[in-house]
Nanobody, 127 residues
């Protein structure tokens, strides 16, 4: 049974940094896809893709990231990280982690369809 748990969310001022972590216990698929989505006031009910990292460590980011975030993973720890810098008020939201046994594929839909999601961690950025 795979369990996904996020941590690292916090309240920070605009321009600050945070590092999110996601541990996927019971997940042993080093070639699989791991990634982050978020739900913000602007996105409403929709979870938008933030960053994903594939089995070959290829990283893909949402357009809004604009070089501010870095995703990385530690296969030995079944953990994926999201380093966020230059945070903006618009980055406020709940950040979710998702993992998939298989590769990411193109686009965000395959990972989004995974049954392995965490419950999210709150990121609040104030001006």
């Amino acid at each position: 049974q795979v369990q996904v748990v996020e941590s690292g969310g916090d309240s920070v001022q605009a321009g600050g940094s945070l590092r999110l972590s996601c541990v996927a216990s019971g997940y042993n698929f080093p070639n699989g896809c791991m990634g982050w989505y978020r739900q913000t006031p602007a996105s409403g009910e929709e979870r938008e893709g933030v960053a994903r990292i594939d089995g070959d460590s290829k990283a893909t980011y949402g357009d809004f990231v604009e070089g501010r975030f870095t995703i990385s993973k530690d296969n030995a720890k079944n953990t994926v990280y999201l380093e966020m810098n230059s945070l903006d008020v618009a980055d406020t939201g709940i950040y979710y982690c998702a993992v998939r046994r298989l590769r990411c594929g193109s686009g965000w839909s395959l990972l989004a369809q995974s049954k392995y999601w965490g419950h999210g961690t709150q990121v609040t950025v104030s001006s």
